[in-house]
Every structure is written in structure tokens, then in C-alpha cells.
T-cell receptor, first 115, second 114 residues
Framework: AQSVAQPEDQVNVAEGNPLTVKCTYS??????LFWYVQYPNRGLQFLLK??????LVKGSYGFEAEFNKSQTSFHLKKPSALVSDSALYFC?????????????FGRGTSLIVHP | DSGVTQTPKHLITATGQRVTLRCSPR?????VYWYQQSLDQGLQFLIQ???????AKGNILERFSAQQFPDLHSELNLSSLELGDSALYFC?????????????FGPGTRLLVL
């Protein structure tokens, strides 16, 4: 079975400060991990994914995420937050050797960047 | 713009009615996924089609059904609608079956059941 947790419903950060949105996962094998962002009244947009290789993955809009196998985490980070980063962020996981091709999505974390 | 289109954008209907939501995937994508997003349930996977065939089923009610046509567009049919069916319905597509593939989401259809 595969599952993903986003422990924070909301993250608040001041513009210009670094931001972290947390994600932990559980799979029986090795994971594929994804981050998506949803702006108000829009569909989800792909940010980045970890398939294999380098644990630090760089994505769109200056975001990056670090895969940590020992901590089963895939936290999303950005060195300097922008007000325009305010949105709903979803982490998703799929077990590489699992029977389902469908990723499991977390419940989402609302990021609010204050001017 | 993801390249995935959904119609209609908004739909208001009454309880007991039936509606059809339409999705056109990105050019070349064979997989179509349907999701329901509500405040209390989050993003729920409903069903996946791959090249015209159903491939995976999630938390889809028996009142709901879907199909993918030869031109790869998909329709989600919701019948005997209840107030609790009010939600955002998203379609997503990917090149292949899934796995490591990125899903590209449409803008969604906002359904309001009165």
C-alpha cells in the first residue's frame, strides 16, 4: 500500500524568507514522488518529481525538493518566497513496484506568503 | 495552459438530475484520469482510462460512470445527483499508463447541486 502525509494544513512565511512544505510517504518498495501546485480556481500544475538519481530535484518557479529515503520525506523548498507563491501544494507518491499506476495525493498544504 | 481541456467550466443542477462532464486530453496522451476535489475529502481519484479501456478504479460511486472514446476524449457521467456531489471535478492526462509519468490537469468543472 502507498500513502502520503502533509502534516501541515497551512504554512505562513514572509516574502523573501525561505519556505518549506513538508511531505512524508509510505511505500513498500521505492517511490516515485511528485509535487503539484494549485492556484485559486485552477487545476493542479506539475512542479517537480523524483524518479531516481540525485536526491535534490529542481523544478519550476525556483522550487526544489529533497528526497530523503531514511526519513521517508520529500519536502518542498524555495530559498526566497514570493507573494505569488501563495497557493495550495500537493505531494503525491506512487510505489515503483506497486500494482497501481495511480499516485496517491496528500490532502494539500495551503502556503500563504505575506508581503 | 496544460493542454487538457474540460467542459463545461461551471454546472448548476438539481438533485436527482444527470450531468455529463467532458475532457479532452493533451495531444498524444493515452491515459485519462478523473478526480473529485471537495473541501472535506481532498483530491479523490475516481477512475482511469487508457486507450479506451478502463484501467483503474478508485472511490467512484455506482451512480457515476465514465468512458473514453476512440478519439481519446473522455466523459464522466454523474446521475441521481445528491447535494454531496457538489465539488470540483478534474480530468488529467498522461502519455502512458502512469507510474513515473507526470499527470497534466485540466482547469476543472465546478459542479453545484441544489
Amino acid at each position: 500500500a502507498q500513502s502520503v502525509a502533509q502534516p501541515e494544513d497551512q504554512v505562513n512565511v514572509a516574502e523573501g524568507n525561505p519556505l518549506t512544505v513538508k511531505c512524508t510517504y509510505s511505500v513498500s518498495g521505492n517511490p516515485y514522488l511528485f509535487w503539484y501546485v494549485q492556484y485559486p480556481n485552477r487545476g493542479l500544475q506539475f512542479l517537480l518529481k523524483y524518479i531516481t538519481g540525485d536526491n535534490l530535484v529542481k523544478g519550476s518557479y525556483g522550487f526544489e525538493a529533497e528526497f530523503n529515503k531514511s526519513q521517508t520525506s520529500f519536502h518542498l523548498k524555495k530559498p526566497s518566497a514570493l507573494v505569488s507563491d501563495s497557493a495550495l501544494y500537493f505531494c503525491a507518491v506512487r510505489d515503483r513496484y506497486g500494482g497501481s499506476y495511480i499516485p496517491t495525493f496528500g490532502r494539500g498544504t495551503s502556503l500563504i506568503v505575506h508581503p | 495552459d496544460s493542454g487538457v481541456t474540460q467542459t463545461p467550466k461551471h454546472l448548476i443542477t438539481a438533485t436527482g438530475q444527470r450531468v455529463t462532464l467532458r475532457c479532452s486530453p493533451r495531444s498524444g496522451d493515452l491515459s485519462v484520469y478523473w478526480y473529485q476535489q471537495s473541501l472535506d475529502q481532498g483530491l479523490q481519484f475516481l477512475i482511469q482510462y487508457y486507450n479506451g479501456e478502463e484501467r483503474a478504479k478508485g472511490n467512484i460511486l455506482e451512480r457515476f460512470s465514465a468512458q473514453q472514446f476512440p478519439d481519446l476524449h473522455s466523459e464522466l457521467n454523474l446521475s441521481s445527483l445528491e447535494l454531496g456531489d457538489s465539488a470540483l471535478y478534474f480530468c488529467a492526462s498522461s502519455v502512458d499508463l502512469g507510474g513515473q509519468e507526470t499527470q497534466y490537469f485540466g482547469p476543472g468543472t465546478r459542479l453545484l447541486v441544489l
